[in-house]
């Protein structure tokens, strides 16, 4: 092991492993008992945090993952899935009595929709973390927590794992994704605690509003929520991704020009390169958003979340050129 090596953080992801069956082409259901042709399906690896673990894995960052899932097919085919990408899964605990998750993704080119059963996703508590976090052996490093919404117990649990993470050092990150219900319960409690915050345009406005967060832009909803502790870095689409701080100044980075197959976990990747780039000590932030505006934009060159995400090698060949 190198010097270089033995400095780069560990990364920790906690929340959602699933399988993904992705249907591309005509998807738009038509009731009715019509059949309609696709042009492609593929059951690959899902859930945010799996395919987050699995894109900081690829940016050699040591990467661990906590979830849950069934002692069934679709759990062998995500734990494999994982191992495959180098994802510690020593953490992921295997349930006898629930199955395993599944989403099935309807994907257009510019757009999705997304249907899921959720089997072990919300059995997932703050116990089955901190208990990870006391055992720990090695340095702290970089705690990511995602599909907030989709795990109430571990959602409930969060402000005091984060707490009794950032005491031990730890560096805390969120990306609730979408709240299917539509309510945003939960997480100003959860934002003192948190150094980075990583939602999209359409989450940003939504938990906004339900801390009474107002402004003009965009920009303004960020800075009231940085007040609240975290740094916002906000997935921004096919334009890459900015960020704002405690200071209110913004930072952008631009997405590269891609043929875009499949958008599906493109928020994801865009999450690992920045949670990597934490990771290897990358302290310029314009530089922590290339990583991950980079990594959003090369992930959705092949079908599925983590077929097409980026090396270290691709992704520092990808921002020189």
């Known amino acids: 092991m190198t010097r270089s090596e033995l400095a780069i953080r560990p990364i920790l992801v906690v929340g959602d492993a699933n399988a993904d069956l992705v249907l591309g082409g005509d998807v738009v259901p038509r009731f009715g008992q019509a059949e309609q042709l696709l042009d492609r ?18 940016l050699d960052a040591p990467t661990s993952l906590i979830a849950r899932v069934g002692r069934d097919a679709f759990g062998d085919v995500t734990l494999a899935a994982l191992r495959t ?5 020593t953490d992921v605990i295997i349930d006898d ?3 395993t998750g599944l989403s099935v993704i309807l994907s257009g080119r510019d757009d999705r929709a997304i249907l ?26 970089v705690l990511h927590v995602a599909s907030y919404f989709l795990q109430p117990a571990l959602a409930a649990d969060l402000p005091a794992v984060f707490s009794h993470a950032r005491r031990r050092g730890w560096t805390t990150s969120l ?27 359409s989450e940003l406005r939504a938990l906004a509003a339900t801390l009474g967060e107002a402004g003009d832009c965009d920009e303004d909803l960020a800075r009231g929520i940085a007040r609240h502790g975290p740094r916002v870095v906000v997935k921004d689409g096919a334009r890459g991704g900015w960020s704002i701080g405690d200071g209110g100044h913004v930072e952008r980075a631009p997405g590269l020009p891609v043929d875009v197959v499949d958008t599906t976990g493109a ?16 302290d310029d932030e314009s530089r922590r958003l290339r990583w991950a505006a980079t990594c959003g934009s090369l992930s959705t060159t092949q079908p599925g979340g983590t077929a097409a995400q980026a090396s270290l090698a691709e992704l520092m060949g990808a921002m020189a050129s």
Not at 177 to 198: C, F, Y
Not at 267 to 282: K, Q
């Open 85 to 89: 990408r180098c994802v510690d899964v």
């Open 175 to 201: 990306d609730t994704n979408w709240d299917p219900a539509e309510q945003w319960r939960g997480i100003a409690d959860v934002l003192p605690h948190l150094n980075v915050l990583m939602p999209n345009g």
């Open 41 to 58: 399906a593929d059951l690959v690896l899902g859930g945010s945090a799996s395919i987050v673990a699995c894109g900081t894995a690829r």
């Open 116 to 141: 899921t059963a959720l089997g072990t996703i919300p059995t997932l508590t703050g116990t089955d973390v901190t208990a990870r976090l006391d055992s720990w052996q090695g340095p702290p490093g």
């Open 97 to 99: 009595t629930m199955a």
């Open 267 to 282: 928020g994801d990747s865009f999450d690992a390169g920045y949670l990597a780039a934490l990771a290897h000590g990358v």
